[in-house]
């Protein structure tokens, strides 16, 4: 067709259809769960608006709305013949037959179905996202006879809980429209899997009282952190209400059913709905989860007679003020499995977040360590890389990430060295041209490139990394003639729009590199760049090319991170505290190859104990000092003197994150990260090193830990044959006549 497949590749838009780590972990989960043949769905809302461009106008942070489906989308298929209603608002009637839920207003969800491919198998499984439609007869059967325009108009009400995603990472916003949101997608979701479930040959048996006997050995739900909490009360709803199981019945099912998975332990980020919310928009899903409680309650005085104060920690319901549902605690009684998503957050869900629930049932309790993709973290975003490892290994690491130990054969193989050397110089010098073309700056392809790329939050620490690149500057400046190791310092991530603190940090960020990249004594020595609107199709771009990856949160507060394995297996070699699945890659390579410093979990509790005090440290240390007291005088805001006074303000008075406590410590490990680089072959030595050690960190490993210990399904590595080879084919090969 004369068309240039990058080209084409370029024009199309992200469907960025979450906030940040978790969104995109489930879209690894589909690509491994498709590699590995297992017959599962990814479910969620197909939103009109995804997640905000981020424009970048006088340093400060400017959201646009993400018009992603403007141009159409290719990939999904409207399936109109499943559409299947939503019920909300309305009120309970008790009758003899049991609860009914009357009066309620009717959303219809409408199915959109997106192929995943599984890695040359010829698997393919289905995304399925819901959009909100107003039913046809919608505000026109009610009393409004004569305003047929408004009443027309009036659909937009129902349509819009699919419209735009809420921009937050790791904070929880109690807003209706949310609410609606989770409770739209949960209850077309288990609507469609008892659909299914019933037009099986399991849920066809004769009676109708052991129709979902089977149910939990048929159907595994994993939630995806709280946002689906609602299935646990709807599916009690439908087992109970509509086909009338007994309560003990119906509640041993739905706990087999489900599992869930905790992604953060940030206090701020725990949903807790407003009762009188929840009471408003779904009364009988209220009614079930006040029965859920008073049963939990009830067995736990039964084990800790008189322990009030257990009974209080341990409810779904949280009194005082405005009575809350504890989303988290609901998810954790109706779940046979809980687990975090690295070892050391495993240990904190367990010993800390929720020790009354761990010790009473431990066994509960589980690790399953985040993964990634190597089909789109490598092989698709890094060609020359992967094709390298291949030519050294063959190409089944791809579908076996743990082969990548092979490599350690080559850590002295000199040719090997300068390959590796020369794909991520070449990487660089692509980005360079592109960052050029895009954003106009011109940066040193032979210079460091130190990257620190999230969601910007205060417990990430991209102030500690500002801080840092002051104290750069400040050395340049004070000894423009000493040796100096010359550094691209790229950051890049969005701050929820009603983020005060985040979109400041920006700010500081973007007045910080307005005076050293126009500061003739730094040079070419030191570049600031805010990459603007950080997403998917960036972090392809930019993590190929980094040389250092900054993971620098507070130890104990970043539940797992993934991009700190995307640049590991992309050869960038890491600088970071001991947190999140930080630790287990320092375990996988051993700690010498990752440039590890700051406290640990327990030096941050032993301070708390203690008291953080942020002045002693802007006391003792001069070069603190005088990056603090730069921002604080206005030398990087002239023209507004005290515009960072809150950034300011909170570091000394409220930082729950303790920047100043690991500064010391965070810039003595980037001199030693300086002094490395400048050796190039023991820097490329020790990427080889972590690359070879990245292979844990396949979400295909993740993928086969949640299969055999919490769903109880077989991963099948058998290829299906393509449908223009004849079906027989295939069925001699499948062991004991199940299905593959």
Same mark, same amino acid.
């Given at each position: 067709?004369?068309?240039?497949?990058?080209?084409?590749?370029?024009?199309?838009?992200?469907?960025?259809?979450?906030?940040?780590?978790?969104?995109?972990?489930?879209?690894?989960?589909?690509?491994?769960?498709?590699?590995?043949?297992?017959?599962?769905?990814?479910?969620?809302?197909?939103?009109?608006?995804?997640?905000? *461009?981020?424009?970048?106008?006088?340093?400060?942070?400017?959201?646009?709305?993400?018009?992603?489906?403007?141009?159409?989308?290719?990939?999904?298929?409207?399936?109109?013949?499943?559409?299947?209603?939503?019920?909300?608002?309305?009120?309970?009637?008790?009758?003899?037959?049991?609860?009914?839920?009357?009066?309620?207003?009717?959303?219809?969800?409408?199915?959109?179905?997106?192929?995943?491919?599984?890695?040359?198998?010829?698997?393919?499984?289905?995304?399925?996202?819901?959009?909100?439609?107003?039913?046809?007869?919608?505000?026109?059967?009610?009393?409004?006879?004569?305003?047929?325009?408004?009443?027309?108009?009036?659909?937009?009400?129902?349509?819009?809980?699919?419209?735009?995603?809420?921009?937050? &990472?790791?904070?929880?916003?109690? $807003?209706?429209?949310?609410?609606?949101?989770?409770?739209?997608?949960?209850?077309?979701?288990?609507?469609?899997?008892?659909?299914?479930?019933?037009?099986?040959?399991?849920?066809?048996?004769?009676?109708?009282?052991?129709?979902?006997?089977?149910?939990?050995?048929?159907?595994?739900?994993?939630?995806?952190?709280?946002?689906?909490?609602?299935?646990?009360?709807?599916?009690?709803?439908?087992?109970?209400?509509?086909?009338?199981?007994?309560?003990?019945?119906?509640?041993?099912?739905?706990?087999?059913?489900?599992?869930?998975?905790?992604?953060?332990?940030?206090?701020?980020?725990?949903?807790?709905?407003?009762?009188?919310?929840?009471?408003?928009?779904?009364?009988? %899903?209220?009614?079930?989860?006040?029965?859920?409680?008073?049963?939990?309650?009830?067995? #736990?005085?039964?084990?800790?007679?008189?322990? @009030?104060?257990?009974?209080?920690?341990?409810?779904?319901?949280?009194?005082?003020?405005?009575?809350?549902?504890?989303?988290?605690?609901?998810?954790?009684?109706?779940?046979?499995?809980?687990?975090?998503?690295?070892?050391?957050?495993?240990?904190? @869900?367990?010993?800390?977040?929720?020790?009354?629930?761990?010790?009473?049932?431990?066994?509960?309790?589980?690790?399953?360590? *985040?993964?990634?993709?190597?089909?789109?973290?490598?092989?698709?975003?890094?060609?020359?890389?992967?094709?390298?490892?291949?030519?050294?290994?063959?190409?089944?690491?791809?579908?076996?990430?743990?082969?990548?130990?092979?490599? %350690?054969?080559?850590?002295?193989?000199?040719?090997? #060295?300068?390959?590796?050397?020369?794909?991520?110089?070449?990487?660089?010098?692509?980005?360079?041209?592109?960052?050029?073309?895009?954003?106009?700056?011109?940066?040193?392809?032979?210079?460091?490139?130190?990257?620190?790329?999230?969601? #910007?939050?205060?417990? $990430?620490?991209?102030?500690?990394?500002?801080?840092?690149?002051?104290?750069?500057?400040?050395?340049?400046?004070?000894?423009?003639?000493?040796?100096?190791?010359?550094?691209? @310092? #790229?950051?890049?991530?969005?701050?929820?729009?009603?983020?005060?603190?985040?979109?400041?940090?920006?700010?500081?960020?973007?007045?910080?590199?307005?005076?050293?990249?126009?500061?003739?004594?730094?040079?070419?020595?030191?570049?600031?760049?805010?990459?603007?609107?950080?997403?998917?199709?960036?972090?392809?771009?930019?993590?190929?090319?980094?040389?250092?990856?900054?993971?620098?949160?507070?130890?104990?507060?970043?539940?797992?991170?993934?991009?700190?394995? $995307?640049?590991?297996?992309?050869?960038?070699?890491?600088?970071?505290?001991?947190?999140?699945?930080?630790?287990?890659?320092?375990?996988?390579?051993?700690?010498?190859?990752?440039?590890?410093?700051?406290?640990?979990?327990?030096?941050?509790?032993?301070?708390?104990?203690?008291?953080?005090?942020?002045?002693?440290?802007?006391?003792?240390?001069?070069?603190? $000092?005088?990056?603090?007291?730069?921002?604080?005088?206005?030398?990087?805001?002239?023209?507004?003197?005290?515009?960072?006074?809150?950034?300011?303000?909170?570091?000394?008075?409220?930082?729950?994150?303790?920047?100043?406590?690991?500064?010391?410590?965070?810039?003595?490990?980037?001199?030693?990260?300086?002094?490395?680089?400048?050796?190039?072959?023991?820097?490329?030595?020790?990427?080889?090193? *972590?690359?070879?050690?990245?292979?844990?960190?396949?979400?295909?490993?993740?993928?086969?830990?949640?299969?055999? &210990?919490?769903?109880? @399904?077989?991963?099948?590595?058998?290829?299906?044959?393509?449908?223009?080879?004849?079906?027989?084919?295939?069925?001699?090969?499948?062991?004991?006549?199940?299905?593959?």
């Amino acid at each position: 067709l004369g068309l240039d497949m990058e080209e084409l590749e370029e024009i199309e838009e992200d469907a960025g259809l979450g906030n940040g780590g978790l969104g995109r972990l489930a879209a690894c989960f589909l690509d491994s769960m498709a590699t590995l043949g297992l017959a599962a769905y990814g479910y969620g809302i197909r939103y009109e608006y995804g997640i905000f *461009n981020q424009k970048i106008r006088d340093g400060w942070q400017v959201e646009e709305a993400d018009d992603w489906l403007r141009h159409g989308n290719p990939w999904e298929k409207a399936r109109p013949e499943y559409m299947l209603p939503v019920h909300f608002y309305g009120r309970v009637e008790h009758t003899a037959t049991g609860a009914k839920w009357v009066d309620t207003q009717v959303v219809l969800a409408l199915p959109y179905d997106t192929p995943v491919p599984g890695y040359m198998n010829n698997t393919v499984n289905t995304m399925r996202l819901w959009s909100a439609r107003a039913p046809n007869d919608f505000n026109l059967r009610d009393f409004n006879v004569g305003d047929y325009i408004q009443a027309v108009l009036d659909r937009n009400v129902a349509e819009n809980i699919s419209r735009v995603l809420y921009p937050n &990472d790791n904070f929880f916003e109690g $807003k209706e429209l949310r609410l609606k949101q989770e409770y739209f997608v949960v209850a077309a979701t288990l609507q469609d899997i008892i659909r299914r479930f019933k037009a099986s040959k399991f849920g066809s048996t004769d009676s109708v009282r052991t129709v979902f006997d089977s149910f939990p050995d048929q159907v595994a739900i994993q939630l995806n952190d709280t946002h689906p909490a609602m299935a646990i009360p709807e599916l009690m709803r439908i087992f109970v209400d509509i086909e009338k199981l007994p309560w003990n019945k119906a509640w041993d099912i739905t706990k087999q059913t489900f599992a869930y998975t905790n992604h953060t332990v940030l206090p701020e980020a725990l949903e807790r709905w407003p009762v009188d919310l929840m009471e408003k928009l779904l009364p009988r %899903h209220l009614q079930i989860i006040y029965e859920i409680n008073q049963r939990h309650l009830d067995h #736990i005085a039964s084990l800790f007679p008189n322990d @009030v104060d257990r009974l209080r920690r341990m409810s779904l319901i949280e009194e005082g003020g405005t009575k809350r549902i504890n989303m988290a605690h609901l998810c954790i009684v109706g779940s046979h499995a809980v687990n975090g998503v690295a070892k050391i957050h495993s240990e904190i @869900v367990k010993t800390q977040v929720f020790k009354d629930f761990a010790a009473l049932e431990p066994e509960k309790f589980q690790n399953k360590t *985040n993964g990634i993709t190597p089909r789109r973290w490598l092989l698709l975003c890094n060609p020359g890389l992967a094709e390298l490892i291949a030519e050294k290994i063959g190409e089944d690491y791809v579908r076996d990430l743990s082969q990548l130990t092979k490599l %350690h054969e080559f850590v002295d193989d000199d040719l090997f #060295i300068r390959e590796v050397a020369k794909v991520k110089q070449e990487n660089k010098v692509k980005f360079a041209l592109y960052l050029e073309k895009e954003y106009k700056v011109k940066i040193n392809p032979s210079s460091m490139f130190d990257v620190h790329v999230k969601r #910007i939050h205060e417990y $990430k620490r991209q102030l500690m990394n500002c801080l840092h690149i002051i104290t750069m500057y400040n050395r340049i400046r004070r000894d423009p003639a000493k040796l100096f190791v010359p550094r691209t @310092v #790229i950051i890049g991530g969005k701050a929820a729009p009603g983020y005060h603190m985040a979109k400041m940090i920006i700010k500081l960020i973007n007045a910080v590199a307005q005076v050293v990249n126009n500061d003739p004594v730094v040079g070419s020595k030191l570049r600031v760049i805010f990459l603007e609107n950080y997403r998917v199709s960036l972090a392809e771009k930019v993590i190929p090319a980094t040389d250092l990856s900054e993971q620098i949160s507070t130890a104990g507060t970043e539940a797992s991170g993934t991009g700190n394995m $995307k640049f590991m297996l992309n050869g960038a070699l890491t600088i970071g505290t001991m947190d999140g699945a930080n630790v287990e890659m320092a375990e996988e390579a051993g700690e010498e190859n990752l440039f590890i410093f700051g406290m640990r979990v327990e030096d941050v509790t032993e301070l708390d104990r203690k008291g953080y005090n942020a002045q002693e440290y802007y006391d003792q240390l001069p070069e603190l $000092k005088q990056a603090i007291d730069q921002i604080k005088s206005g030398f990087f805001s002239p023209k507004e003197p005290d515009l960072f006074k809150d950034v300011v303000n909170m570091l000394f008075y409220h930082d729950r994150f303790k920047v100043f406590a690991d500064y010391e410590a965070y810039v003595k490990c980037q001199e030693k990260v300086s002094e490395l680089y400048l050796n190039s072959k023991a820097w490329t030595k020790m990427v080889i090193r *972590n690359i070879a050690a990245a292979g844990k960190f396949s979400s295909d490993r993740t993928i086969k830990e949640y299969a055999r &210990d919490i769903w109880h @399904v077989e991963p099948s590595d058998l290829k299906i044959p393509p449908p223009n080879e004849p079906r027989d084919a295939a069925e001699d090969k499948t062991p004991n006549g199940t299905a593959a």
